[in-house]
């Protein structure tokens, strides 16, 4: 069954804390399943880690990455055995990307989970930790965080790598460039410069090496048509074809997040409806800054489960 107006979105870096699914994993054995096969991938107990580990710990990008796919991919198992409705379309935040696609059946679940571990370690690799930053502004529209962007870069690199929502842009590039930006943006007359405590300059120019080694690992990885269509961030398309498929995911790396113009996409394609599935609810506060008449739920435990699957049988 497919829910027609339906879209599902998947989280990225930033929504995982220690302690995530405990109350799912409790009602539905599906979840330590699919956190006992990334384990196996991974070679150590990612369920064990997120339960009690440290923040610290699961903030380590090569970790947080397989930990929210996996999560993200539990609670889809679980939505699909509880006989919950099919999306007419699915997005991701950046790695979230790697969720929607692996939800699709694109790319099978143990092959997607030793990728994010590579790929975080590949980002994390490429700039030496002090050396990048990233900072959210707040409240400044984008073209003038842009131009700030170029006005600070003194030789450096700086620039708006995520478009999360209507005043919500996040920078990234040199920590000194990134400081300098964050002046001017607040001279400009942003609200907030906030430094984000990530350890790389995430989707700015400074991550091709870990693209160009990332490709590596990519090509050899065998992607099909997925079976729900995934708007991908690079190029805003969803494709069938799994060099195209590839190349865009590549891209990302070092391309910013255009998530306004994904959820605008979702509403244009007729869209009213949008599950979150995943650990959090980050997506669905900007979903609803977006698109404010778009009905949203965030799904990631017994309660909202159930809520859930109310909510796209709901006319």
Known sequence: MQAENTGFVFPGQGSQKTGMLTELAN???????IFAEASEVLGYDLWQLIQSGTEGELSKTHITQPAILTASFAIWTVWVSRGG???????????????????????????AVALVKKRGEYMQAAVPLGIGGMAAIVGLEDDKVIEACNQARQGEEVAAVNFNSPGQVVI????????????????????????????????SVLMQPAAEQFAKDLANINIITPRIPVIQNYGLESDSDAETIKAN?????????????????????????????????????????????????????????EAGLDFVTTP
Request: some cysteine; hydrophobic content about 45%; glycine content about 10%.
């Open 85 to 111: 409705a099919e999306p007419s379309i699915m997005a991701g935040h950046s790695l979230g990307e790697y969720s929607a696609l692996t939800c699709a059946g694109a790319i099978a679940f143990a092959d």
């Open 172 to 203: 990234a590039g040199h920590i000194d460039a990134v400081n300098r930006a964050g002046e001017l943006c607040k001279e400009a007359g942003a609200r907030r410069a906030l430094p984000l405590p990530v350890s790389a300059p995430f989707h």
């Open 249 to 305: 995911l590549v891209a990302q790396i070092f391309n910013p997040v255009p998530w306004v113009d994904t959820i605008n996409k979702f509403a244009g394609a007729g869209i009213g409806k949008i599950l979150e599935i995943g650990p959090g609810k980050v997506l669905n506060g900007l979903n609803k800054r977006i698109q404010p008449e778009m009905s949203v739920i965030s799904v990631n435990d017994p309660e909202s489960l």
């Open 27 to 33: 009602s539905c054995s599906e979840v330590k399943d």
